[in-house]
C-alpha cells in the first residue's frame, strides 16, 4: 500500500502549489493554451476551442502558434522568458485580456510558454481600463507641450522609407547636416519637406539652438518685409515703441525654413540676397545694421527654374539658395514603403488622439496602394485619420476605405490585374498585394527567411506558411 505524502516536505507543498495554481487558473479562465520552445502548440484546454474556431484539440497540437493565434506574443515569451502579465488581445472580432508566462524545467531553462484567457468580457475590467486610458490621455497631452516647447521635432529616422529615391534624400540630408550651407528642397505638396527641414536641423550643430518656421505664401505682401527683419521702435504709425524682432533674429544661431519661397515678392527677394551674402539685416525703419547667423532652408513645390525664366524669380537668388538640392520623391513612386509609412501615420496619429490598437491589415494597405496620391503622405495621414474616426475596432481593413478613397483602373501602379468592369476584384488585389511584399522582402534580404519575417514583423512559420500559399516555396519551416 503506498505511504501517504509528507505533507510537512517543501519540496511536496511546492509541487502542489504549483499543480493547484494551474488547475484553479485553468476552471476560471476562458481558455489556456500551452507551445514549446519552437512555438509549436503542446497543450489547448477544451473551453478555448470555440473561440479559435477549433472542434478538437488534435487540430491545434503540433502546429505553429501563429496559424492557430495570428500575431500571437507567445512565441516571444517562450524566447525570451519574460512573461506578459497583463495584455487585450484582439481574436475573432472580440477582445480578451490574457496573461502569458514562460514555462522552465528543473533547471530554470526556458523549455515554452503558457497563456490564459482570464476575461473574454471587458467590462469587470472598466473602471482600470478608464484609468489607463486617463493616464495615456495625459501622456499624449504632455508630449504634445513637449513638441510645442522644442520646434524642430523630427529627426531622420522620422523620414521614414528605403526606396532609391527615399534613400538618397536622406542621404543628401545627412550631407547638409554637417555643413552650414544653404539648402533648396524641392518635390509635390505634402511630400514632408518641413519634416527634412527639422531632421537637417536636429542633425546639425545647431540642434540647440531655434528652428523658425515661416510659409511665405501665408504673410501679407505689406507685412513680409517687417516679419522676416523686424522694425525699429516707431518705425511706422501703430508699430510697437520697443521695436519688434524680425524671423531672421528670432532664427540667430539656428535655421531658418521659408516655404514656399516661390511666392516671394520680387522685392523682398533682392533683401533675402543680400541677407544670405552678407550676412547681415537691416531692421525696417533702422539704419543700423546688425549680424546675424543663420542656415536657410528654402522649399517650394514650383519650378522655380520656370519661374526664373518668367521673371517672377530672381536668377542669382536661385542660384544662392540652390547650394544643395535636395528633391523628394512624391508617394506613388515610393509604394513598396506604404507599409513602414502608413504604421509611422498611425503611430503619430494614435500618440495624439484617443485611437486604441489602431492598425492597418494587408488588405487596407491593398486599398491604399491602388490610390495616385496627388496630396502625398500629407493626404494619406488625412485618410488614415480619417478612417480610424469612422472605424468601430481600429482595426483598418480595406472595407474602410471604400468609401472615403477613390480607387480605379487608372490609379494601379504596374501592369493591371484582370478587370471586373473598372475595379479589380478584391480578393485578387489582396492576394497580389500580399504576393508582392512576400517578394520584396526575400529581395531585400538576399532571400534570408528569418530576416525577410522580421522585415515583415510575422514570424517564421507564418512567412513560410505565406511562400507556400503563392507557391514561392515548398514545405514546412525546419523543425
Given at each position: 500500500?503506498?505511504?501517504?505524502?509528507?505533507?510537512?516536505?517543501?519540496a511536496?507543498?511546492?509541487?502542489?502549489?504549483?499543480?493547484?495554481?494551474f488547475?484553479?487558473?485553468?476552471?476560471?479562465?476562458?481558455?489556456?493554451?500551452?507551445?514549446?520552445?519552437?512555438?509549436?502548440?503542446?497543450?489547448?484546454n477544451?473551453?478555448?476551442?470555440?473561440?479559435?474556431?477549433?472542434?478538437?484539440?488534435?487540430?491545434?497540437?503540433?502546429r505553429p502558434?501563429?496559424?492557430?493565434?495570428?500575431?500571437?506574443?507567445?512565441?516571444?515569451v517562450?524566447?525570451?522568458?519574460?512573461?506578459?502579465?497583463l495584455?487585450?488581445?484582439?481574436?475573432?472580432?472580440?477582445?480578451l485580456?490574457?496573461t502569458?508566462?514562460?514555462?522552465?524545467?528543473?533547471?530554470?531553462?526556458?523549455?515554452?510558454?503558457i497563456?490564459?484567457?482570464?476575461?473574454?468580457?471587458?467590462?469587470?475590467?472598466?473602471?482600470?481600463?478608464?484609468?489607463?486610458?486617463?493616464?495615456e490621455?495625459?501622456?499624449r497631452?504632455?508630449?504634445?507641450?513637449?513638441?510645442?516647447?522644442?520646434a524642430?521635432?523630427?529627426?531622420?529616422?522620422?523620414?521614414?522609407?528605403?526606396?532609391?529615391?527615399?534613400?538618397?534624400?536622406?542621404?543628401?540630408?545627412?550631407?547638409?547636416?554637417?555643413?552650414?550651407?544653404?539648402?533648396?528642397?524641392?518635390?509635390?505638396?505634402?511630400?514632408?519637406?518641413?519634416?527634412?527641414?527639422?531632421?537637417i536641423?536636429?542633425a546639425?550643430?545647431?540642434?540647440?539652438?531655434?528652428?523658425?518656421?515661416?510659409n511665405?505664401?501665408?504673410?501679407p505682401?505689406?507685412?513680409?518685409?517687417s516679419?522676416?527683419?523686424?522694425?525699429?521702435?516707431?518705425?511706422?504709425?501703430g508699430?510697437?515703441?520697443?521695436?519688434?524682432?524680425?524671423?531672421?533674429?528670432?532664427?540667430?544661431?539656428?535655421?531658418?525654413?521659408?516655404?514656399?519661397?516661390?511666392?516671394?515678392?520680387?522685392?523682398?527677394?533682392?533683401?533675402?540676397?543680400?541677407?544670405?551674402q552678407?550676412?547681415?539685416i537691416?531692421?525696417?525703419?533702422?539704419?543700423?545694421?546688425?549680424?546675424?547667423?543663420?542656415r536657410?532652408?528654402?522649399?517650394?513645390?514650383?519650378?522655380?527654374?520656370?519661374?526664373?525664366?518668367?521673371?517672377?524669380?530672381?536668377?542669382?537668388?536661385?542660384?544662392?539658395?540652390?547650394?544643395?538640392?535636395?528633391?523628394l520623391?512624391?508617394?506613388?513612386k515610393?509604394?513598396?514603403d506604404?507599409?513602414?509609412?502608413?504604421?509611422?501615420?498611425?503611430?503619430?496619429?494614435?500618440?495624439?488622439?484617443?485611437?486604441?490598437?489602431?492598425?492597418?491589415?494587408?488588405?487596407?494597405?491593398?486599398?491604399?496602394?491602388?490610390y495616385?496620391?496627388?496630396?502625398?503622405?500629407?493626404?494619406?495621414?488625412?485618410?488614415?485619420?480619417?478612417?480610424?474616426?469612422?472605424?468601430?475596432?481600429?482595426?483598418?481593413?480595406?472595407?474602410?476605405?471604400?468609401?472615403?478613397?477613390p480607387?480605379?483602373?487608372d490609379?494601379?501602379?504596374?501592369?493591371?490585374?484582370?478587370?471586373?468592369?473598372?475595379?479589380?476584384?478584391?480578393?485578387?488585389?489582396?492576394?497580389?498585394?500580399?504576393?508582392?511584399?512576400?517578394e520584396h522582402?526575400?529581395?531585400?534580404?538576399?532571400?534570408?527567411?528569418?530576416?525577410?519575417?522580421?522585415?515583415?514583423?510575422?514570424?517564421?512559420?507564418?512567412?513560410?506558411?505565406?511562400?507556400?500559399?503563392?507557391?514561392?516555396?515548398?514545405?514546412?519551416?525546419?523543425?
Amino acid at each position: 500500500m503506498p505511504s501517504s505524502p509528507d505533507v510537512s516536505d517543501p519540496a511536496y507543498v511546492r509541487a502542489r502549489a504549483m499543480v493547484t495554481l494551474f488547475e484553479r487558473l485553468e476552471h476560471l479562465c476562458e481558455g489556456a493554451i500551452a507551445i514549446d520552445r519552437g512555438g509549436r502548440v503542446i497543450y489547448v484546454n477544451e473551453k478555448y476551442l470555440a473561440s479559435l474556431g477549433l472542434k478538437h484539440t488534435t487540430e491545434a497540437i503540433g502546429r505553429p502558434i501563429e496559424e492557430i493565434i495570428p500575431n500571437s506574443l507567445m512565441r516571444n515569451v517562450a524566447e525570451s522568458g519574460e512573461p506578459i502579465l497583463l495584455d487585450i488581445m484582439e481574436l475573432g472580432g472580440e477582445q480578451l485580456v490574457v496573461t502569458r508566462m514562460p514555462i522552465e524545467d528543473e533547471d530554470r531553462n526556458v523549455i515554452g510558454a503558457i497563456g490564459f484567457v482570464l476575461y473574454d468580457h471587458l467590462e469587470s475590467l472598466k473602471p482600470l481600463l478608464a484609468r489607463v486610458t486617463q493616464l495615456e490621455s495625459d501622456l499624449r497631452l504632455a508630449r504634445r507641450q513637449l513638441s510645442n516647447a522644442r520646434a524642430a521635432r523630427f529627426t531622420l529616422a522620422d523620414f521614414v522609407g528605403t526606396t532609391p529615391a527615399i534613400a538618397q534624400a536622406k542621404e543628401f540630408a545627412k550631407r547638409a547636416a554637417r555643413q552650414s550651407v544653404t539648402v533648396l528642397l524641392t518635390g509635390e505638396t505634402g511630400t514632408g519637406k518641413e519634416l527634412l527641414a527639422q531632421a537637417i536641423h536636429n542633425a546639425s550643430s545647431r540642434a540647440e539652438k531655434p528652428f523658425v518656421s515661416v510659409n511665405v505664401a501665408a504673410i501679407p505682401e505689406t507685412l513680409i518685409e517687417s516679419e522676416f527683419f523686424g522694425t525699429a521702435p516707431g518705425a511706422y504709425t501703430g508699430a510697437d515703441r520697443r521695436g519688434r524682432e524680425g524671423k531672421f533674429r528670432i532664427a540667430d544661431g539656428g535655421t531658418l525654413f521659408l516655404d514656399e519661397i516661390g511666392e516671394m515678392p520680387l522685392q523682398l527677394q533682392a533683401k533675402l540676397l543680400r541677407v544670405l551674402q552678407e550676412r547681415e539685416i537691416e531692421p525696417l525703419g533702422s539704419d543700423k545694421i546688425s549680424k546675424v547667423d543663420v542656415r536657410v532652408i528654402a522649399a517650394t513645390n514650383v519650378d522655380l527654374r520656370k519661374r526664373v525664366s518668367d521673371g517672377a524669380f530672381r536668377a542669382d537668388l536661385y542660384y544662392r539658395l540652390n547650394v544643395l538640392s535636395i528633391d523628394l520623391p512624391p508617394l506613388r513612386k515610393c509604394l513598396d514603403d506604404l507599409p513602414d509609412i502608413c504604421a509611422r501615420l498611425i503611430e503619430d496619429i494614435s500618440a495624439s488622439g484617443d485611437f486604441l490598437n489602431a492598425r492597418i491589415t494587408p488588405s487596407g494597405l491593398s486599398a491604399l496602394a491602388r490610390y495616385d496620391w496627388p496630396g502625398n503622405v500629407r493626404e494619406l495621414r488625412n485618410i488614415l485619420e480619417r478612417a480610424l474616426i469612422l472605424s468601430d475596432s481600429g482595426r483598418l481593413t480595406g472595407d474602410d476605405f471604400v468609401h472615403i478613397l477613390p480607387v480605379s483602373a487608372d490609379a494601379l501602379p504596374g501592369p493591371a490585374p484582370q478587370m471586373t468592369g473598372s475595379v479589380v476584384p478584391y480578393a485578387e488585389a489582396e492576394a497580389e498585394f500580399e504576393k508582392q511584399t512576400l517578394e520584396h522582402a526575400l529581395a531585400a534580404s538576399n532571400g534570408q527567411i528569418s530576416e525577410a519575417a522580421r522585415m515583415l514583423r510575422i514570424s517564421r512559420a507564418t512567412f513560410y506558411k505565406k511562400l507556400a500559399k503563392f507557391g514561392l516555396a515548398s514545405g514546412s519551416p525546419p523543425v
